[in-house]
């Protein structure tokens, strides 16, 4: 029940930044990928969904790496490799003046 309550707790998107935290602050958190607690003091990543670090998450970084083996946390250059490219300008001009090599 916990660890489904706690994948809720992550946000969704579409790419994700995830880097090491610098925290000194003594606080407790709770992990959004395990749902179990996360002291700041010890080992750990943000996560920061679409690069808006309002929206930053921190989890512990067995979590955090076993996600990105499992492909749950795309970063993104990952997600931009999967979406439809735009056609380029020679494409485009030679598509303008009817030259696109096909045949019908």
């Known amino acids: 029940m916990l660890r489904r309550m706690a994948k809720s707790r992550l946000a969704n998107a ?3 930044q995830v880097r090491r935290a610098h925290n000194r ?3 407790t958190y709770v992990c959004p990928l395990c749902g179990r607690y996360l002291p700041a003091l010890s080992e750990h990543m943000l996560l920061v969904p679409e690069g808006d670090s309002s ?3 921190h989890a512990h ?3 955090v790496m076993a996600a990105r083996r499992a492909g749950k946390l795309p970063a993104r250059d990952e997600w931009l490799r999967t979406q439809p490219r ?3 300008l020679l494409r485009r001009a030679l598509s303008s003046a009817g030259l696109t090599g096909r045949r019908d």
């Open 55 to 57: 929206r930053r998450r």
């Open 86 to 88: 735009s056609p380029g």
């Open 61 to 63: 970084t067995e979590c």
């Open 25 to 27: 602050k003594p606080a």
């Open 14 to 16: 579409r790419w994700w």
